[in-house]
């Protein structure tokens, strides 16, 4: 059974930074791509940043230049670089992996950033 950890989130003031780290664990074929989504309260679930196996990236115009994604030398690990943080930046961020076929999430840790 595959499962997706995240950690990292927590709270912080505006300006300030954090990094969020996903590992994934079980038998995983073919992944195609590790990102991060997020879903502040009221809106819908959005991507943050993709990474693909090929190592292109792809972030929301939102974040671009302030977060950064990046793999770990296992492969199995995404991490996300996040500075200059703001208070539009709070929500639920989630880890994603998309496979040949499928998708997997994990469970999501909390993205606080106070004004």
């Known amino acids: 059974q595959v499962q997706l950890v995240e950690s990292g989130g927590g709270l912080v003031q505006a300006g300030g930074s954090l990094r969020l780290s996903c590992v994934a664990s079980g038998t995983i074929f073919s992944i195609e791509a590790m990102g991060w989504y997020r879903q502040a309260p009221g809106n819908q679930r959005e991507m943050v940043a993709v990474l693909t196996s090929d190592g292109s990236t792809n972030y929301d115009d939102s974040v671009k230049g302030r977060f950064t994604i990046s793999r770990g030398a296992g492969k199995r690990t995404v991490f996300l670089q996040m500075n200059s943080l703001a208070p539009g930046d709070t929500a639920v961020y989630y880890c994603?992996?998309?496979?040949?076929?499928?998708?997997?999430w994990g469970q999501g840790t909390q993205v606080t950033v106070s004004s």
């Open positions: 994603n992996v998309k496979v040949l076929g499928g998708m997997y």
